[in-house]
């Protein structure tokens, strides 16, 4: 037996905002970081501006900058103190841009969070569901060149979020998976555990929209926030204080007519002068996330809400599947998390199936009764790192190692084999 198989997956979700990191088998991961990385420049451009014939000087320069570097939170924290530091974020929209990054930012969660050799543990990593097959073969020659390690699993993100949603004992793997982080939004319906790819659909508004539709408000409404300061304090506002309403209008009365009641007030202290200040939190609490109902609130650009979004997606999967994806809608991503999101979702879309089977009805006078359609959209406390989750529960299985792409095949095949990954048919 492989004495690695003996020890705990590691379990690494990438993402545009933010990286969940931990062991199989655990319920919560161990590190959630932001998905940054920031390098020395100076060694950088020392490296770049030594003449050749000084090549010692040059390669040394070179050395330190591989070395010096920072991940998550520490690169944000050095980029502020440093002027020597530049930030370089890896991931956009959901897909790898930066390649030698995202290798130093895998090197850092291995050994200065995890602190795990990756040669003792088997690897499953994440991947957007409109990832091309080569960005998977560079993940298997970094995961297998780089760091050695005796086994990979790459899976579809939205295939782990369906795996976390499950509310009975039996995992339930045909459902939608309704995605929504910081940089990338995709409904993906999924059948039997396979993505139908054909009917995936991704809308151009996630968390980082909301954050800076909240920003938008707060500025346009004059409100005494250091400019240095402004987007991460929208950020927090966003993540603390905003909620899902039922009807905008009624709500804006509301606070119309109370404003002591809703209204917050957010304190805090200049980064430059240390002077504290505040600022009030009004209609933003609730018009942050109704960009996702009302998109034209935000951009003319794209007007589509996404109950309507997710209704298009269910009806171009093929026909045997449509009421099962509407029964098991599963949120995922920690923009889903706002309060009753998932009832005003459930709510929406509702609508929009009880009307379709109405005008159905109507065309054919009355006389064939539909059976109505069952909307069912899961919410769970876990939503937020569901993803990560959901790996841990399949690493943790005796399925996952036999699946995986082990050294020995990399060896022998190259890394054309990590553009298939096999589904876990002992799960369901």
């Known amino acids: 037996m492989d004495p690695a198989a003996a020890r705990p997956a590691v379990v690494i979700d990438s993402g545009t905002g933010y990286t969940k990191m931990g ?12 998905s940054v990385v920031a390098v020395n420049e100076s060694f950088l451009n020392q490296s770049k501006n030594s003449s050749k014939a000084n090549w010692l000087a040059q390669h040394n320069a070179g050395v330190m900058a591989d070395l010096d570097f920072f991940i998550g939170d520490e690169a944000l924290a050095k980029s502020r103190s440093s002027s020597t530091y530049n930030l370089s974020y890896p991931i956009r929209k959901g897909q790898v841009y930066n390649w030698d990054a995202m290798e130093r ?4 969660c291995m050994f200065n969070y995890l602190r795990c050799d990756p040669e003792d ?19 298997g020659e970094i995961m297998f060149e780089t760091f050695n390690v005796p086994g990979l699993y790459i899976a579809v993100n939205s295939v782990l979020a369906l795996a ?16 929504i ?16 790819g054909s009917s995936i659909r991704s809308i151009p508004i996630a968390g980082k929209d909301v954050t800076l539709f909240v920003h938008q408000l707060m500025k346009e409404r004059g409100e005494n926030v250091p400019p240095e300061d402004s987007f991460e304090v929208a950020r927090k506002v966003k993540e603390m204080y905003c909620y899902t309403c039922s009807d905008i209008v009624k709500e804006f009365n ?10 917050k007030n957010w304190k805090g202290i200049k980064p430059k002068t240390g002077a504290p200040y505040s600022c009030d939190i009004g209609y933003e609490r609730f018009l942050g996330p109704e960009v996702f109902f009302n998109p034209e609130i935000y951009s003319s650009e794209f007007t589509t809400p996404l109950p309507t979004v997710i209704d298009r997606c269910i009806q171009s999967a093929p026909i045997d599947t449509r009421r099962a994806l509407y029964k098991n809608i599963v949120l995922s991503g920690g923009s889903t998390m ?27 006078g009355g006389e064939i009764k539909s059976h109505p359609v069952e909307v069912n959209v899961i919410s769970h406390p876990i939503q937020r790192f569901a993803v990560w989750f959901g790996g841990s529960v399949l ?11 082990t050294k020995a095949e990399y060896d022998e095949y190259g890394a054309s084999i990590c553009r298939t990954n096999p589904v876990f048919k002992g799960m369901y």
């Open 164 to 179: 976390a949603g499950y509310t009975t004992s039996k995992c339930e793997m045909t459902g939608v998976v309704v995605d």
């Open 23 to 34: 062991f199989a088998g655990n319920v919560e991961p161990c590190f959630i970081v932001p």
């Open 105 to 108: 930012f895998w090197q850092q």
């Open 338 to 364: 706002f309060k009753d999101f998932h009832r005003r979702l459930q709510r929406d879309l509702k609508k929009i199936v009880d009307a379709r089977i109405l005008a159905s009805e109507a065309r054919l």
């Open 254 to 263: 509301k606070h119309d007519r109370e404003p002591g009641k809703y209204l």
């Open 121 to 139: 543990h088997y690897f499953l990593l994440t991947e957007s569901p409109l990832t091309a097959p080569e960005s998977r073969e560079y993940t």
């Open 395 to 405: 690493a943790s299985t005796p399925e996952f190692f036999a699946a995986c792409h």
């Open 181 to 196: 982080g910081d940089g990338a939004s995709h409904i993906v319906p999924v059948a039997d555990g396979y993505v139908i």
